[in-house]
């Protein structure tokens, strides 16, 4: 009887909410004719983590949000490519999103980098054969290369891996931007040819080269933790 009562009656009024997620699933689900009415869909802005070249999940993701690219944003959290089957994919639709989409690289994104242009260690584990395959591997490449290692807008801040502790905000950006730099500079393959190490394993404000740069690489992408003594460690799970 109450699903029938429920089922004649006509629903009025109108919503208030915050949430453009809500409004819209509350909007799919009554209809655009009814006359129960959502408040505007403001902007909203989503937070994703590591991709991985997955693909479909990320589509039916977006899906569920009801994700639109006219209104909406996406952050993405760095390692869109690697481990997953999709990487290919998920690299097109990101480049796609334009002004939608905002990225931070991870470490996966870099070894990538580094295998285009023959640098570090494959790994049996690599799924991005399909990226370097492609017609477009360049195009996407190139606009891999260009996505910084940290991101700053108003109150929030985005990273792949993490800050080490005596950095302030504003060093952090600064020291992502010559990362940036090197990484878009002419001689760039230079940087991916002594990118990878894990030494030094602490900040020094001294630091210059090379060696400032991977301190600077391997806190924003790899670490996952600072000991007691100020050395990031690398190797340890979860």
Known sequence: PCGKRWRKAEISGV???RSPMLSRR???ILGEASKLKVNSRAMATYAIGDLQ???DPLRRLL???SFDQA???LWFVGDLVNRGPQSLEVLRFVKSLGTSATVVLGNHDLHLLMQSEGYGKASREDTFHDVLGAADRDELLLWLRARPLFHVEGQWAMVHAGLLPGWTVEQAQALSDEASAALTADNFRDFLANMWGSEPAAWRDDLAGWDRLRVVVNAMTRMRYVTAAGAMEFRAAG
């Open 26 to 28: 509350i909007t799919s």
């Open 53 to 55: 070249g997955c693909f």
């Open 15 to 17: 919503v208030h909410t």
């Open 63 to 65: 899906d569920y949000i």
């Open 71 to 73: 209104t909406d944003r």
